[in-house]
Nanobody
Framework: QVQLAESGGGLVQAGGSLKLSCEAS???????MGWYRQGPGQQRELVAE??????????NSVKGRFTISREEQHNTVKTIHLLMTGLKAEDTAIYYC??????????????WGQGTQVTISS
């Protein structure tokens, strides 16, 4: 079982910056970690993800504004950071950390954090 500890949410003015962090424990088989978000009345969407090898993928709405990074570990990823700059009101959402175990010996699996609220005031 993977546990995810999220931190860094809060209230910030439009145009400001915020950093989210997520630390995973309970497995050495995490292939990809990332952030998803769900705004009021909206579906959950990808914000950004990063693999154990450092490959990144971003949602279209955050490209050029958000940067995801990881703390390097051998063949896995356990701690990620999301630096959000140029924040807009439409970035307001609950942000969820995700850990994807694609090649775990026990079989693939995905785990979610409890979510952290990010609110942008205009």
């Amino acid at each position: 079982q993977v546990q995810l500890a999220e931190s860094g949410g809060g209230l910030v003015q439009a145009g400001g910056s915020l950093k989210l962090s997520c630390e995973a424990s309970g497995s050495d088989w995490i292939s990809v970690m990332g952030w998803y978000r769900q705004g009021p009345g909206q579906q959950r969407e990808l914000v950004a993800e990063i693999s154990a090898l450092g490959a990144t993928r971003y949602g279209n709405s955050v490209k050029g504004r958000f940067t995801i990074s990881r703390e390097e570990q051998h063949n896995t990823v356990k701690t990620i950071h999301l630096l959000m700059t140029g924040l807009k009101a439409e970035d307001t959402a609950i942000y969820y950390c995700n850990a994807d175990l694609r090649y775990a010996p026990a079989g693939p699996g995905a785990f979610w954090g409890q979510g952290t609220q990010v609110t942008i005031s205009s």
